[in-house]
């Protein structure tokens, strides 16, 4: 069993997620998309830091000339299921990816549910997270901007 994030953690988490990070259902051998979080950056210490308390698995891409290596961490369905609860309420820009992401991961729980009624379903949210991903829906709303006090 994973040990709860501190207060500290799931902040920084968050943030690193609301800015770094991506929500996805990724189409794959099976008969509808897998729930998967992939955090980028070209910082492998920091990676390597959020693997160790997320689990998950790291990939590299290949340098190319003048572009620096980014290193992923990709979470599946059960390290979401499990970040999510203590991470929900501190995103801002990724809030509604994450409301998305629970969603599917609920379905995706649903094993009396037959896979294609199942699978449909989660091709509607995949959608959902694609407009919000190319900018077709209202990705960043004011309201859900942190107040500033200087």
């Given at each position: 069993m994973r040990q709860k994030l501190s207060d500290f953690e799931r902040a920084y988490i968050a943030g690193f997620i609301d800015g770094e990070g991506y929500f996805g259902l990724l189409n794959n051998r099976h008969a509808f998309p897998s729930p998967c979080l992939k955090i980028v950056n070209t910082n492998y210490e920091i990676i390597v830091w959020l693997q160790e308390r997320l689990g998950g698995s790291i990939t590299s891409s290949k340098r190319k000339q003048g572009i620096s290596v980014c290193y992923m961490l990709t979470l599946s369905s059960n390290f979401i299921r499990w970040l999510l609860p203590q991470i929900h309420d501190l995103l801002r820009i990724k809030k509604r990816e994450a409301d998305i992401m629970e969603h599917a991961l609920?379905?995706?729980?649903?094993?009396?549910?037959?896979?294609?009624?199942?699978?449909?379903?989660?091709?509607?949210?995949?959608?959902?997270?694609?407009?919000?991903?190319?900018?077709?829906?209202?990705?960043?709303?004011?309201?859900?901007?942190?107040?500033?006090?200087?």
């Open positions: 609920l379905i995706n729980l649903q094993k009396e549910m037959h896979n294609e009624p199942r699978g449909a379903e989660l091709r509607k949210l995949q959608k959902q997270l694609q407009d919000l991903h190319s900018g077709h829906a209202n990705y960043y709303r004011p309201e859900q901007a942190l107040t500033v006090i200087v």
